[in-house]
């Protein structure tokens, strides 16, 4: 039988999450009306952006954020402001 992929819910038990209220990562989302293909849709490893079909606009959680970077590289309208949380919060990886 061939290995099955982990899906995003098993990968991610393996981080836990110390949560900032201040958002480590900002979007202005009035860019992202125009935006295609919406790279941030699908690039993002913890599916953090997700598109609001009803309300037409950008839906975004920093509280799952791997702090990958990927999401800053990959918008091609600068849209993201990003940073890294501050001490002592964010993600944290654990191994073995
Ligand atoms: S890639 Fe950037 S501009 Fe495009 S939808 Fe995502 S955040 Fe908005
Ligand atoms: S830094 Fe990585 S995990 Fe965090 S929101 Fe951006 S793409 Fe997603």
């Given at each position: 039988m061939a290995d099955r992929k982990p899906d995003i819910d098993e990968k ?70 990003w940073s890294y949380p501050r001490g002592g919060f964010g993600v944290r990886?654990?191994?073995?």
């Open positions: 991610l038990s393996h981080v836990a999450f110390d949560i900032d209220a201040e958002a480590h990562i900002t979007v202005k989302k009035e860019r992202c009306g125009e935006c295609r293909p919406r790279p941030c849709l699908s690039a993002c490893p913890a599916e953090n952006y997700t598109w609001n079909e009803a309300k037409d606009e950008l839906l975004f959680n920093y509280e799952g954020c791997l702090e990958c970077g990927t999401c800053r590289f990959v918008c091609p309208l600068d849209a993201i402001e990886y654990r191994y073995g």
